[in-house]
Structures are given as structure tokens and as C-alpha cells.
């Protein structure tokens, strides 16, 4: 049997995305930027998905500007607004446990000579509203954090965030990633205060290849590469349209029948939550429980046992899973959001993260009960770390 829980890293591109790509591979292959009709046809392909992706968030479809990657829009919208907002401040506030994509931008603009608070964030992975408070000065100008860590499954207080930065005496740029949130948690960029807002088509059953960020209607922000201007000048160059295509098609189908995925997902994480702590020993859960959890994520730390021995483990029973951080699996160190969390070094070394989609069933989470505690009970026997150890 073959069971994909890594749906946190990719997820498999539906067959009904597929096919309302492929026609813009071939057929319907123009420049949206030339008005001969295959051109215009292109162009109202990639509108209508502008206008589809911005009604799931409660935007309008020119507020919503196509890019490579959630990656390459968390870029764009952290230095881009940095730099365009310079002389009103260089300060920039995130948390220590956001993904790389909004840590290395971050870290460059300190190379530039801007400022970087880290928020800490609580054993659960929650920031802090009062340390956020005390750490927006006048020189503040963006703060920058996910709606759901993609590795604990944290549902951050995003609403609470806008509304603070809302009822600050001056601007300051509220930016969220919402790669691992999109399709499993409600957003909403009016009621949320959020002015710019990063997303990814893989995450949702679409192609690899396409992100998008929404950007509120005038908000300062410079283009981070120049050259030729097709559709959107923040970011030149030809639109991949058949990839902007199934972006589109993919946030259709997540959205259609929203409610009764998530429960589906739900459902699926608290079978798989009870079954792993009915049935292993010597565990530990990694972020929150219940509503404040994203729907979609599991992470526990198996004592005993080294994550990467599960994963392979696991792997050859055809179970595919992640370990340590989610874009770091092929590093040896610790992840710095189970460190930022407070776990230490030993008990980080042995967490699997399990994320689910609205294809998986409840049969194969029987089989993943089924395989797992088997497999970590034959770790345990043959590792050199016994129970008590730590």
C-alpha cells in the first residue's frame, strides 16, 4: 500500500487541474500580452484565475500578482517593501520560527543595514502580542509572519496581529505567509488587516512552478528584478500561463466544498493523533491541539529513535512522510522551530512531521498505525539510547 503524508511539501497535482492545463500547452499556447486572439485568450485565462484565487480570500482580482513560488512572493513582498519604504523606517519585525523563504530575505536586508526583531514564541509555537507591542517603534514599517508554521502546525493569531498594527500612529506593512494555510484555514485579507499575503499552487494539488501574492491596493512596494513587462510590472517577464491556469483550477476545487475538506482533514489528523498516543510510548507532541492546529498537520518526536531511521523505515513500507524542518530534510541539525520551541537537541532528532490532504482515507491511516509502531519498536530495540535517557 502507498501512503503520501507529506502533503506540508507537495501534494499531488489533481487530474482536473491537469486538464485544464494542457490545452495552454498546445492549443491555446499565445502571449497574453498581444491582442490577436490566441494572445487575448491567454490573457483572459490568467485574469480569470486572478479573479478566482481573490475571491477565495475576500480580494479583488488586480490585487493578485502571479509569481514562481511562495518562496519568490515572500521575497517580494519582504525587501520589496523594505526598500520602498526606506525613509520612513528600517525596521522589520518577524518570529524565529518562519520558514527560510521569509528568514533568508530578512537576513539579507540586515546585510543592507536594516533592523530584524525575532519575535520568541511559546512552547507551542504561539508569538507573543505583548513582546510584538513592545517591539514596534517608529521606525517600523513591516511586520512578517506565517498564518500556520508548515512544520508544528501553529495557527497564529493573525486576526489579533492586523488589528494591533491597525491601531499603531503610523504604517507598518503587515505581511503573511499563507503557503500552509491556504485551503485548510479560512482567510480573509479585509478582516485579517493583512496587506500582502503569500501563496503556492503546490500545496494544493496544483503545478509546482506558481505562487501568487496578493497585494492591497496601494501598497508601496518595488519590484525586486527589471526587464520586460508583460501582464505585471513587479514582476517581468512572460507569465507561465499554463501553470497560472491550474493554480486557478486547483484553489476551484479546495474551495469548492471548503468546509467538508478541512473536516474531512480534521478527522483524518485526530485518528492519526489518537492511534499514535494509544499505541506508542515515549512520544511528544510538537505544537497545539485541537482548533488552534492546522486540520492538515501531525508532528510528534519518537523518542529513541532518530527521525531519519523512521523515514526510511517508513518508506520502504511505502509510507512517505518528512522529518526535522520541512525544507531541510537533508540537513543533520536540529530544526530551529522545534529549538525556538524549546526542544532539545535529542528529542528534535526523532520528530516526524505527517501532513494530510483531502485525498488521503481513513484506510491508509489504519495502515499507518498499523506499520508505525512496529517500525519504532524495532528502532528502539537495536539503538544505543534506552528509555530514561533523557
Known sequence: MKVYLDNGTTTQVAKEVLDEMLPYFKEKFGHPLFLYSLGQEAADAVERAQKTIAKTINAAGEEIVFA?????????AIRGVAHANRKAGDHIITTKIENPSV??????LEKEGFKVDYLNVDSQGFVNLEQLQKLINED????????????????EPIEEVGKLLQEQKHKIYFHV???????RV???????SIDLLSLSAHKIHGPKGVGALYLREGTKIEPLSYGYISMFPLKPGTENVPAIVGFGKAAELAFDGFE???EHMRN???KLMDGIEKRISYIVLHGPRGEKRSPSNVNYSFKYAEGESILLHLDLNGISVATGSACATRKLEPSHVLTAIGVIPEIAHGAIRFTLSRYNTSEEIDYVLDVLPKVIENLRRI????PGAF
Open 383 to 386: 539503538s544505543p539510547v534506552k
Open 268 to 270: 483524518l489528523r485526530d
Open 103 to 108: 528568514l533568508r530575505p530578512c537576513e539579507m
Open 140 to 155: 517600523t514599517i513591516l511586520v512578517s509572519m506565517a498564518h500556520v508554521n508548515d512544520e508544528i502546525g501553529t495557527i
Open 177 to 183: 505567509n499563507a503557503a500552509a494555510s491556504y485551503a
Open 68 to 76: 514562481s513560488s511562495a518562496t519568490e512572493a515572500n521575497d517580494l
Open 186 to 192: 479560512p482567510l480573509d485579507v479585509k478582516q485579517m
Open 260 to 262: 467538508k475538506h478541512v
